[in-house]
């Protein structure tokens, strides 16, 4: 390469590698410093006084020519060695695709679980109410089985053209038949029970189920507990005492089926909580009356008895229905919070049942059921308030 005066001059002298900076010749002189080079590079290329005024002003001009668009590196070239490709800066900058939005805060989620068990608290006074009218009438196998049965059919027609068939796939078919077996033995003892005992009586009896949630979630579950915590629960079960006032002339035996239920019924909740992580709460609010639905098809020959009116038939119907309802809002409520934060908020199901009753029935809870209520509500949200606070 010559100069304009015809001096030779060696290859490079003129140019300035786009990456290494001046004396670092390409081979292409000046046209060696592309405008897709290095910035601080191009700099000293262009503060390199060796070069002549009219290459720099060249280059100068070059520099303001559009470019193509670069490729990104690439690899290959010989012996595998990736190829180096640059950039153009004056390249319009590619879209940040937006941030997704977070996971919902533990907060939150257990905010939702508490609604959920809210709702579920307000639903199962109202069944109650149907069953303690029918069971008047029908035998309480008949009313538990149409319970399990209209349960089924009600979820199978809702998650159905929803999920397919594939909410029917459990991966615990051993712990959902336990569950509905719990869930089938508990709703038996309290419809057979509140035949005998007002409705208020029996939830208030009922409150006993998160204490033995409280109770066994640390040995089931591996939530922690503390002596506080337990002392919470034996004043919680002295006021179920209060309640049931064994040995005085208010005590009936079927107070005993109510804790029987409750019992169980604790067990179901903690059985909720286990496969919570395993399958959806579609497919636990579908297993949980599986048992009560086709095992009682063995003894319902023996005990049926065809509704006489339209309204026992609306009644039998309402029962599945409200508590398909409810028992999903339950494994919507365990999904999204541990079991002993959302069981103290079922003590909803206390006013429900205390206004349902005195409007349907007449009954009021004299005041032995309300201080023991009292006394088992405390000692339940105590529980559940110190575990929020330890969280």
């Keep these: ?90 390249a319009p900058a590619a879209p940040v695709a937006p941030a997704a939005a977070p996971p919902p805060a533990p907060a939150q989620r257990i905010l939702l679980g508490i609604l959920f068990m809210c709702l579920s608290g307000l639903l199962f006074p109202v069944m109650s109410s149907f069953a303690k009218i029918l069971g008047a009438e029908y035998s309480s196998l008949q009313v538990s089985w149409a319970r399990a049965f209209g349960h089924i059919l009600f979820l199978l027609a809702v998650f159905l053209p929803r999920y397919g068939v594939g909410v029917l796939r459990t991966r615990r078919p051993g712990t959902q038949l336990l569950r509905s077996s719990l869930l089938f033995t508990s709703n038996l003892s309290h419809f057979f029970a509140i035949t005998f005992i007002p409705i208020a009586k029996a939830a208030a009896i009922s409150l006993a189920a998160p204490l033995i949630v409280a109770l066994l979630a640390w040995p089931m579950l591996g939530e922690r507990t503390t002596r506080a915590r337990v002392a919470a629960l034996c004043l919680g079960f002295l006021g179920v005492l209060v309640v049931i006032r064994p040995g005085t002339a208010l005590f009936h035996p079927a107070s005993l089926l109510v804790l029987v239920s409750a019992s169980c019924y604790a067990v179901y909740q903690i059985l909720t909580r286990r496969v919570a992580g395993a399958d959806t709460p579609e497919t636990s609010a579908l297993f949980s009356s599986v048992v009560g639905a086709f095992g009682m098809l063995l003894v319902l020959p023996f005990i049926w008895r065809t509704p006489e009116t339209l309204f026992h038939i609306a009644l039998f119907c309402g029962m599945g229905v409200l508590g398909a309802v409810g028992h999903y809002c339950v494994a919507r409520a365990f999904g999204y919070a541990p079991a002993n934060v959302v069981s103290p908020f079922q003590y909803f199901q206390l006013l429900g049942s205390v206004a349902v009753g005195w409007l349907v029935f007449g009954d009021w809870p004299d005041a032995g059921v309300w201080i023991g209520a009292a006394v088992i509500v405390a000692a339940g949200l105590w529980i559940g308030w110190n575990q929020a606070r330890r969280r």
Excluded at 5 to 33: E, F, M, Q, S, Y
Excluded at 35 to 52: F, M
Excluded at 61 to 77: C, D, F, M, N, Q
């Design 1 to 90: 390469m010559a100069d304009r005066l015809g001096t030779p001059r060696p290859p490079g002298a003129w140019g300035c590698d786009p990456i290494r900076g001046p004396r670092h010749g390409t081979g292409l002189g000046v046209a060696g410093c592309k405008p897709s080079a290095n910035p601080t590079a191009l700099q000293a290329c262009r503060d390199d006084k060796s070069v002549p005024i009219g290459m720099r002003l060249i280059w100068e001009a070059g520099r303001r020519l559009p470019g193509k668009p670069s490729r990104p590196t690439v690899p290959g070239g010989h012996g595998g060695a990736a190829r180096r490709v640059t950039q153009d800066p004056r």
